[in-house]
């Protein structure tokens, strides 16, 4: 019998199970951008940042929790910040390179980063390669998927960026950290649908069951065990975000419509003007009727949303 190979050699295969899966997934994916029309906010990001720091063991209270939600900065905890500006810009970033990684240090090791020097790491019970190895191996990941765009599909190639990461172990610890936020990035790069999607917390909620089917990637020596299972997740994920979105009270389509066509890109405006641009002399009526469904909706944003009732409140198009 072979001997098993340790984990950063394991090659992938696509089985029809993998393939049926990823059919499955793209599905679902496609079924969520038809039901969500909004663009990711403050809670998106707020939800995307909270499971990893409690991997890093910093928990916030609900209190900090819904500051965040609401845009507001945490400045008795800086990484929540710097967490959240990356977030959202995941769009923008291009996580399949090394630069990415440099900046994930500088934010999550501000200290220093904690270079490993043997063969294990703290968060991974598998041998690791040698560290004079790990640039060539991480070099080799990062050009492979690359070059294999438009070849191998997206979700395929995020998968196995995350398996090697975590196998290839570049830092003493919170290697997994890194491999979610570089998986989820490459996600949300390819189609930004995948914003709304709580992937983080399933990542960190199925610990034990993602430490098995590396187990099982070990003991099959392929990665095919792994894909399986992190296919399986994201569909749970995606089908929390449309349980979640049918949960949403309807809007009033309408009058949204009618404020978001009255409103233009890149102003703010007071309910007083919105009230003129509309034509209407009731503010209340404004408020309850446009205002509220179309922030609901998150169409449109609050310039203060740490204090709703801000007599100096302005509106602004998403």
């Given at each position: 019998?072979?001997?098993?190979?340790?984990?950063?050699?394991?090659?992938?295969?696509?089985?029809?199970?993998?393939?049926?899966?990823?059919?499955?997934?793209?599905?679902?994916?496609?079924?969520?951008?038809?039901?969500?029309?909004?663009?990711?906010?403050?809670?998106?990001?707020?939800?995307?940042?909270?499971?990893?720091?409690?991997?890093?063991?910093?928990?916030?209270?609900?209190?900090?929790?819904?500051?965040?939600?609401?845009?507001?900065?945490?400045?008795?905890?800086?990484?929540?910040?710097?967490?959240?500006?990356?977030?959202?810009?995941?769009?923008?970033?291009?996580?399949?390179?090394?630069?990415?990684?440099?900046?994930?240090?500088?934010?999550?090791?501000?200290?220093?980063?904690?270079?490993?020097?043997?063969?294990?790491?703290?968060?991974?019970?598998?041998?690791?390669?040698?560290?004079?190895?790990?640039?060539?191996?991480?070099?080799?990941?990062?050009?492979?998927?690359?070059?294999?765009n438009g070849k191998i599909h997206p979700i395929i190639l995020a998968s196995v960026m995350y398996f090697e990461l975590v196998a290839i172990a570049r830092y003493r610890k919170f290697n997994s950290i890194f491999a979610t936020i570089v998986f989820k990035a490459a996600l949300v790069k390819y189609d930004p649908i995948f914003a709304f999607t709580p992937i983080e917390r399933y990542l960190k909620n199925r610990k034990?069951?993602?430490?098995?089917?590396?187990?099982?990637?070990?003991?099959?020596?392929?990665?095919?065990?792994?894909?399986?299972f992190i296919l399986t997740l994201i569909g749970k994920a995606i089908d929390s975000s449309l349980t979640k979105v049918d949960k949403i009270p309807p809007v009033k389509k309408p009058l949204v419509n009618k404020l978001l066509a009255a409103m233009q890109e890149g102003e703010y405006y007071s309910t007083l003007q919105l009230c003129e641009l509309l034509g209407l002399k009731s503010r209340l009526g404004v408020q309850l009727n446009y205002i509220r469904p179309a922030l609901e909706a998150k169409v449109i944003a609050m310039s203060n949303p740490g204090s709703p009732n801000d007599r100096m409140q302005r509106y602004y198009k998403l």
């Open positions: 019998m072979p001997k098993p190979l340790e984990p950063y050699r394991c090659p992938f295969s696509i089985s029809y199970e993998i393939a049926a899966k990823l059919s499955d997934v793209t599905y679902r994916l496609g079924k969520l951008s038809m039901i969500v029309k909004t663009k990711p906010g403050e809670e998106e990001a707020a939800l995307a940042v909270v499971p990893l720091l409690e991997m890093m063991e910093v928990n916030l209270r609900n209190a900090q929790i819904r500051r965040l939600k609401e845009g507001d900065i945490l400045p008795s905890v800086p990484l929540a910040n710097e967490l959240m500006k990356l977030v959202k810009k995941y769009r923008r970033l291009e996580p399949y390179n090394l630069e990415f990684l440099t900046t994930l240090e500088n934010i999550i090791f501000p200290d220093g980063v904690p270079v490993r020097l043997s063969r294990r790491a703290e968060d991974f019970p598998y041998p690791v390669p040698m560290r004079a190895k790990v640039e060539d191996l991480l070099n080799g990941i990062f050009n492979f998927v690359n070059n294999a034990e069951e993602l430490d098995a089917s590396f187990a099982a990637c070990v003991e099959k020596s392929d990665m095919a065990p792994f894909l399986s």
